[in-house]
């Protein structure tokens, strides 16, 4: 039996055994073409792309927009990959690859991934507005519906996107990190708290599904164009704080080099657990000069205390613990996909002014967004307790304006 009959029998087992809510027959008729290398209608009355080649059918979840419509646009071009299949709740615009629409929460996700070999989930809500209890259940569901899904359409392999901040900040942290550093990050209510817990499900699906290869990959602090994050939030303050005692260190990840990265994970080139970012990193001094930001230092205690009182007063919705991410250093070395032959296109530098270019025009003060007329204010508090009693009283007026609005 020749390679192509032997690719091609494996399609049509898949096809035979489909998961619960696929439809069966349904997934027979999408699969059979796609193995075959035919162009037929899908599901949908699409025109199937014919694989391109002996490599893997992908799957990318929220691909019609963000990180995941940047991804598919790769795939759909990539000599790696054979065939590219688009999820998401809406179709998007990219072309050459099939469009399978329904939400990554639904159970009927197991039904679209017939005939797929390994799924990129980037269907991730990392906004700092959202409500946390929403924004976790739609990224924690998110991710187990995912992993469910793909065990029972015999997918091969799920690749999951976490952060580096899983590793935690901390003022005693190595710099850099190893990846095989423990997750020292606190489980709360905040974006981090959200990437644990799909850190657990990998680990928990990893042991219950053998035949499942998991591979989860951790950026550093994302920029890029659409990247609205604490660290970004950061750079569109005022001032640039920093804690007494403490000097942070400054690594990026340009969007683009984590979709190069992840074209490697889907392709199976890199494996396990792995970080990707800028090599090396900034200091504090670089940043502020870069940045042409004048800074502000203050105690520990103030910091934080300050921002304990203004989360439980509901005035920001970030715990305290991602305030610790923009003063405490996290950066990791990314030695997995340096042994790859990988190396990022974008050092720290030209990172950093992507995101100084991003912020133009935004003001955000406790990693909150005002209005443009407010920047006076923050900016001209002189002192230290007078920038934070500050900040927090154009954080509340602007509450009020919103409430009468």
């Known amino acids: ?14 096809a035979a055994a489909p998961a619960a809510g696929s439809g069966g027959p349904e997934a027979v008729r999408e699969a059979v073409p796609d193995a075959v290398g035919e162009a037929v209608p899908d599901a949908v009355g699409e025109a199937v792309p014919a694989p391109r ?32 299949v688009a999820i998401d709740g809406h179709r998007g615009d990219v072309t050459g ?30 906004a700092p507005d959202s409500d946390y209890r929403s924004r976790r259940a739609f990224n924690v569901r998110g991710a187990q519906t995912v992993l469910t899904a793909a065990a029972a359409g015999r997918v091969g392999r799920v690749v ?27 489980s709360d209510g905040s974006v981090v708290g959200d990437m644990l817990e799909i850190e657990h499900l990998a680990h928990r699906s990893a042991r219950t599904h053998l035949g499942m290869a998991i591979t989860v990959v951790r950026p550093a602090a994302l920029v890029g164009e659409g990247v609205d994050t604490v660290v970004t939030r950061h750079f569109e303050a005022p001032r640039l704080l920093t804690v007494k005692g ?45 940045s042409g930001m004048r800074g502000i230092e203050l105690p ?39 042994d790859a032959g990988w190396s990022p296109a974008f050092d720290n530098t030209a990172a950093f002014a992507v995101l100084l270019e991003q912020r133009a025009g935004r003001l ?17 508090a002189a002192g230290a307790t007078v920038a934070v009693i500050g900040t927090a009283a154009i954080v509340r007026r602007a509450r009020r304006r919103r409430r009468a609005t």
Request: hydrophobic share 45%.
């Open 160 to 186: 999951l996107v976490t952060s580096a901040m899983v590793y935690g900040a901390r003022p005693d942290n190595p710099v850099p990190l190893e990846e095989t550093a423990p997750l020292g990050a606190d």
């Open 97 to 126: 690859v099939t469009w399978r629409v329904v939400d990554v929460r639904d159970p009927a996700l197991a039904g679209r991934l017939a005939g797929v070999d390994v799924v990129v989930h980037t269907d991730l809500d990392l």
């Open 53 to 84: 080649g002996h490599g893997p059918v992908v799957a990318v979840t929220g691909a019609a927009r963000g990180l995941g419509h940047a991804l598919t646009v790769r795939l759909a071009s990539s000599a790696r990959i054979g065939k590219v």
């Open 364 to 380: 955000a003060v406790a990693g909150r967004r005002l209005a443009r007329k407010d920047a006076t204010v923050a900016a001209g």
């Open 246 to 290: 403490c000097a942070p260190r400054w690594q990026f990840c340009h969007t683009d080099d984590l979709v190069s990265a992840l074209e490697l994970a889907a392709a199976g080139e890199v494996r396990g657990e792995f970080a990707v970012g800028c090599d090396g990193w900034l200091e504090q001094e670089q940043v502020a000069e870069l």
């Open 1 to 14: 039996m020749s390679k192509g009959e032997g690719q091609v029998r494996r399609r049509l087992s898949h």
């Open 300 to 338: 520990a205690g103030l910091t934080f205390g300050t921002a304990q009182r203004l989360h439980r007063a509901g005035i920001t919705r970030a715990p305290v613990t991602d305030l610790h991410y923009v003063v405490y250093p996290w950066v990791v070395d990314c030695r997995t996909l340096r």
